[in-house]
C-alpha cells in the first residue's frame, strides 16, 4: 500500500510546521485517503476548510476508524505565502507547494472541474469511493457510515417518485429501464435549455419503445422553484422534500455541477457521465444508449470535454472528401486499445480522444486560444487545466506515429509547452 501512496503522493508531504512527512508513515492501517482540492482565496474553500477541520478532528478523536483515513491538501495557489498560511489552519499535511507536477496529475486522474473538492480514494489502488466528500462531511459528521463507498443506484434511490400530476410510483417501477439520473435546478439557464432538449428525446426514445425513465434530482433553492420547473417534465421525480436521498443520489454520482445527466443500464451500472453532451449531439437518438465512442467528432457541444482532462485533438483538412473519417478509423484502434485497458483496470479513461475539420469557426477559436500552428494534418494533446499542450507537426500521421505520442504522453516522456 504504501509503495502505491508515494506513486500517487509522492515521497514527501509537507505539514502545518513547514516540517515534511514521509508518505510511507501515514500508517500500515490506512485504508482511505480525502484528497481535498482547494485554494485558500476561495471564499468557499476557506468555509469548507473549517467544517472539514471539525469533521477530521471528530473522526480522529471518537471513531472506531480513526487510523485508516486521512486527508491530504491538494492546493492550486500560485502565492506560497498564501498557501502556507492556508495550511496553518489544516490538522493535516499537503503536497509540496513546488509539486505542481503531482498536482496536476491528480486534477486530471479524478477529474476535479470545481474547488472546494474533496475525494476518499482506497488507500491501496487509488481507485474512487466517493466523489463528493463535501456531501459526506455535511450529511456524516459523525462518520459513522464509514468508508461512504458506493451502494447500489436501486438502494439510494429506493422510496416513491413523483410525476407532475402530483401521482406517486414506487422506485420499484424503474426496474429492468434505462434510467437517465438528471440533475438540474430551474435557477440555471443552461439546465433550462437542456431540459427543453431532453423532452423531446425522452418522448422519442420512449415512442421507439425503449424501456426509458428519468428521474429528476433536483438543486433548487426552494419547493416553488422545482414544483415550476417539474411541472414542464414528463419523467419522474425524488421529491423535493426528500433532501437526504437528493443529497445520497449527489455524494453517489459524485455531481459538481449542474447541468449533469447520467445514463445507467437496466441493472443500474453507469453506461455514460456526458448525458448532455450525447443529448446535444445526438437529437435523434439514433445512438441511444449512447455507450462511451473511443473517437468524437469535436463540436461545440461535446467541447466541454476538452476542460475535463487531457484530450487527444487530429487537425485536419476537412476541405478534402472523407478526410475526417479517414482520421477516426486511423485513431480508432488506438483509442479502443486503451479504453479496453482501463476499463478493466475499472479505471477512468488518462486520455480522450477527437479529430477536428479546419472549417468552422469552433477550430479557429481553438486554435487561437491554445496558440497552436495553423498546419493540417496536426496531432496534438490539450490538458486545459494545466494550461499546457503537446503538439506533433509532421507532414504524415501513421497510426505508429500516434501510438508512440500517446505512449510517451502516457509515461511523461513528452515536454509540455504553455497554452
Not at 332 to 348: F, G, N, T, W
Request: with cysteine; proline share 6%.
Amino acid at each position: 500500500m504504501s509503495e502505491f501512496l508515494v506513486s500517487l503522493l509522492g515521497e514527501r508531504l509537507v505539514n502545518s510546521e513547514k516540517a515534511e512527512v514521509d508518505v510511507q508513515s501515514l500508517g500500515s492501517k490506512l485504508s482511505l485517503v480525502g484528497l481535498f482540492f482547494g485554494c485558500s482565496l476561495n471564499a468557499p474553500c476557506k468555509q469548507f476548510n473549517g467544517s472539514l477541520c471539525e469533521f477530521y478532528s471528530k473522526f480522529k478523536k471518537t471513531s472506531e476508524h480513526k487510523d485508516k483515513m486521512e486527508i491530504v491538501f491538494v492546493s492550486s495557489d500560485q502565492d506560497q505565502k498564501h498557501w502556507q498560511d492556508f495550511l496553518q489552519e489544516m490538522p493535516w499535511a499537503a503536497l509540496p507547494f513546488k509539486d505542481r507536477h503531482k498536482k496536476m496529475k491528480l486534477w486530471n486522474k479524478y477529474k476535479v472541474t470545481s474547488i472546494p473538492s474533496l475525494v476518499f480514494v482506497d488507500a491501496s489502488t487509488g481507485k474512487v469511493v466517493c466523489r463528493n466528500g463535501l456531501l459526506v462531511v455535511r450529511d456524516d459528521p459523525k462518520g459513522l457510515e464509514f468508508p461512504w463507498g458506493p451502494k447500489p443506484f436501486a438502494e439510494v434511490v429506493a422510496g416513491p417518485l413523483l410525476r407532475n400530476n402530483r401521482e406517486t410510483t414506487d422506485s420499484s417501477s424503474l426496474e429492468g429501464h434505462y434510467v437517465g439520473v438528471y440533475f438540474s435546478a430551474h435557477w440555471c439557464p443552461p439546465c433550462r435549455s437542456l431540459s427543453r432538449v431532453l423532452v423531446e428525446s425522452y418522448r422519442a426514445i420512449k415512442e421507439s419503445g425503449q424501456k426509458f425513465e428519468i428521474v429528476f434530482v433536483s438543486a433548487d433553492r426552494s419547493e416553488e422553484s422545482f414544483t415550476q420547473y417539474f411541472s414542464e417534465m414528463p419523467w419522474v421525480a425524488v421529491p423535493y422534500s426528500d433532501e437526504a436521498r437528493r443529497s445520497r443520489l449527489n455524494r453517489l454520482y459524485g455531481i459538481q455541477g449542474i447541468p449533469t445527466l447520467i445514463l445507467l443500464d437496466a441493472e443500474g451500472h453507469i453506461i455514460t457521465r456526458q448525458g448532455r453532451v450525447e443529448v446535444l449531439n445526438d437529437p435523434e437518438c439514433r445512438l441511444f444508449p449512447w455507450h462511451p465512442r473511443p473517437v468524437l467528432e469535436l463540436s461545440e457541444s461535446n467541447a466541454v470535454q476538452l476542460h475535463e482532462g487531457p484530450c487527444l485533438v487530429l487537425f485536419v483538412d476537412a476541405e478534402e472528401e472523407g478526410e475526417l473519417e479517414s482520421a477516426k478509423e486511423l485513431i480508432q484502434p488506438i483509442a479502443e486499445k486503451l479504453m479496453a485497458k482501463y476499463k478493466a483496470k475499472e479505471e477512468e479513461m488518462p486520455l480522450l480522444f477527437f479529430v477536428v475539420g479546419e472549417d468552422d469557426n469552433m477550430t479557429e477559436s481553438l486554435r487561437d486560444y491554445t496558440n497552436l500552428p495553423d498546419s493540417a494534418p496536426l496531432l496534438t494533446i490539450l490538458d486545459m487545466s494545466a494550461r499546457a499542450k503537446y503538439v506533433l507537426d509532421v507532414e504524415e500521421i501513421t497510426q505508429a506515429i500516434v501510438e508512440q505520442f500517446v505512449k510517451d504522453f502516457l509515461a511523461e516522456k513528452l515536454k509540455p509547452e504553455p497554452i
